[in-house]
């Protein structure tokens, strides 16, 4: 097995790092959730590894968003207004059939910052693509979900949409849907994140299908952004002892060197107060990061720890995880930073970083309430944060 594996590691090192801008995503309608809201998920990979949350105030709605820090306004990375519409993106990398140049591109951020301050509900947001001048500047895949039940996939690039409903049976017959860097009304074997979807789609399928499990929040950044199980390999570094007793290649797994966030927007029942929608964020490197539970009914009243600091444009939570991940990416020199500590992260004896946090961020989701005051709220975040800083000063 481990002749095999060396090999199959020597092959990957011949493929080109090129997916530092691929994010991993899905929808999880209530048909498959433990309390019958949708999830929606954004695991971020990017160049720009400091990000930050802020609350914005838009035409019509005020909404929260995961932006870039620093950050010159107008653009978001994922986010949720007050009345129950959240949005994620993937850049798609099979879309694009046209010669609009490179200099007129990348718009997504834009696009949903301006989609989040008009749009309530899937109807909206589809008016709202129809209305767009064109070329758009976007080829990527676009996850929303309202407060009225839609959960959908747009398929957008410069000139045209293409809808997936999460809700048809058609499309995601078990409740669920998987998008990284490739759209599936795409050019057919083009764009990237394959071997990513596969990770995912054997993890959830796993839960959901065969165990006949229901999601929550805690599972999926448990199993999914922090999961290293790579399908190509057939390996599950959490699992197989062996392989992970040291170094290993950072490459298709969920969570990577470029991983800077993990997002899950967790709805609300139709009928139900929207702006009581949680975002879920952890900032950082999501392996070593923790969850912090937002409600979008609090507008302005964000962790302190999760905004840019008073001397900086980062965010205090996140500057403490990229710090502490310098560990576990130690090697700068040549193609040292392929290569990662996983037993940093996970070992045998249980004193991993990912380990030791696991047990601090176990206290939110078992005290944290959509409903608390904000007062509540706010001494909560208190006590949390308290934990969390103390265990990271442990692990330094």
Same mark, same amino acid.
């Given at each position: 097995?481990?002749?095999?594996? $060396?090999?199959?590691?020597?092959?990957?090192?011949? /493929?080109?790092?090129?997916?530092?801008?691929?994010?991993?995503? %899905?929808?999880?309608?209530?048909?498959? $959730?433990?309390?019958?809201?949708?999830?929606?998920?954004?695991?971020?990979?990017?160049?720009?590894?400091?990000?930050?949350?802020?609350?914005?105030?838009?035409?019509?709605?005020?909404?929260?968003?995961?932006?870039?820090?620093?950050?010159? +306004?107008?653009? %978001?990375?994922?986010?949720?207004?007050? @009345?129950?519409?959240?949005?994620?993106?993937?850049?798609?990398?099979?879309?694009? &059939?046209? !010669? @609009?140049? =490179? =200099?007129?591109?990348?718009?997504?951020?834009?696009?949903?910052?301006?989609?989040?301050?008009?749009?309530? #509900?899937?109807? !909206?947001?589809?008016?709202?693509?129809?209305?767009?001048?064109?070329?758009?500047?976007?080829? +990527?895949?676009?996850?929303?979900? &309202?407060?009225?039940?839609?959960?959908?996939?747009?398929?957008?690039? #410069?000139?045209?949409?293409?809808?997936?409903?999460?809700?048809?049976?058609?499309?995601?017959?078990?409740?669920?849907?998987?998008?990284?860097?490739?759209?599936?009304?795409?050019?057919?074997?083009?764009?990237?994140?394959?071997?990513?979807?596969?990770?995912?789609?054997?993890?959830?399928?796993?839960?959901?299908?065969?165990?006949? +499990?229901?999601?929550?929040?805690?599972?999926?950044?448990?199993?999914?952004?922090?999961?290293?199980?790579?399908?190509?390999?057939?390996?599950?570094?959490?699992?197989?002892?062996?392989?992970?007793?040291?170094?290993?290649?950072?490459?298709?797994?969920?969570?990577?060197? =470029?991983?800077?966030?993990?997002?899950?927007?967790?709805? @609300?029942?139709?009928?139900?107060?929207?702006?009581?929608? /949680?975002?879920?964020?952890?900032?950082?490197?999501?392996?070593?990061?923790?969850?912090?539970?937002?409600?979008?009914?609090?507008?302005?009243?964000?962790?302190?720890?999760? /905004?840019?600091?008073?001397?900086?444009?980062?965010?205090?939570?996140?500057?403490? /995880?990229?710090?502490?991940?310098?560990?576990?990416?130690?090697?700068?020199?040549?193609?040292?930073?392929?290569?990662?500590?996983?037993?940093?992260?996970?070992?045998?004896?249980? $004193?991993?970083?990912?380990?030791?946090?696991?047990? @601090?961020?176990?206290?939110?989701?078992? #005290?944290?309430?959509?409903?608390?005051?904000?007062?509540?709220?706010?001494?909560?975040? $208190?006590?949390?944060?308290?934990?969390?800083?103390? %265990?990271?000063?442990?692990?330094?």
């Amino acid at each position: 097995m481990k002749k095999i594996l $060396t090999i199959l590691v020597s092959i990957l090192l011949l /493929v080109p790092f090129n997916e530092a801008i691929s994010c991993t995503s %899905a929808i999880f309608t209530g048909k498959v $959730t433990k309390d019958g809201r949708p999830l929606l998920l954004k695991h971020r990979d990017t160049g720009e590894l400091n990000n930050r949350i802020e609350y914005f105030q838009g035409p019509k709605y005020g909404f929260l968003a995961l932006v870039d820090s620093p950050s010159e +306004g107008g653009v %978001a990375w994922s986010g949720s207004n007050n @009345v129950g519409f959240s949005i994620i993106n993937t850049a798609s990398y099979n879309l694009k &059939d046209d !010669d @609009v140049p =490179s =200099s007129m591109m990348d718009r997504e951020g834009e696009l949903m910052f301006k989609a989040l301050g008009v749009c309530k #509900n899937l109807k !909206d947001f589809e008016y709202f693509l129809d209305t767009l001048t064109r070329p758009m500047g976007v080829e +990527g895949n676009f996850g929303v979900i &309202d407060s009225e039940g839609g959960a959908a996939y747009y398929e957008v690039n #410069n000139h045209k949409w293409n809808k997936l409903d999460v809700n048809d049976p058609n499309v995601a017959p078990n409740g669920y849907f998987i998008v990284t860097n490739f759209s599936y009304t795409g050019r057919e074997d083009e764009g990237m994140g394959y071997i990513r979807n596969c990770n995912t789609t054997y993890n959830v399928e796993n839960y959901v299908i065969k165990e006949g +499990g229901k999601v929550d929040v805690q599972w999926i950044f448990e199993n999914i952004s922090r999961s290293f199980y790579h399908s190509l390999l057939e390996v599950d570094l959490r699992k197989d002892q062996e392989l992970a007793s040291g170094w290993f290649i950072d490459q298709d797994f969920v969570p990577r060197r =470029s991983s800077s966030a993990s997002m899950v927007f967790q709805g @609300v029942k139709p009928g139900e107060d929207a702006s009581k929608t /949680v975002m879920w964020a952890i900032l950082g490197y999501p392996p070593l990061g923790v969850a912090v539970p937002m409600v979008v009914a609090n507008g302005e009243n964000i962790p302190s720890f999760m /905004v840019k600091s008073e001397n900086s444009e980062n965010a205090l939570m996140c500057d403490m /995880v990229l710090e502490l991940k310098k560990n576990v990416f130690p090697v700068k020199r040549g193609n040292g930073n392929k290569y990662f500590r996983f037993n940093y992260l996970y070992n045998q004896e249980g $004193t991993g970083y990912s380990q030791q946090l696991k047990e @601090v961020e176990n206290y939110i989701f078992e #005290n944290f309430n959509k409903d608390m005051s904000p007062k509540k709220l706010s001494n909560l975040y $208190t006590d949390y944060f308290g934990k969390v800083e103390k %265990a990271f000063k442990s692990m330094k």
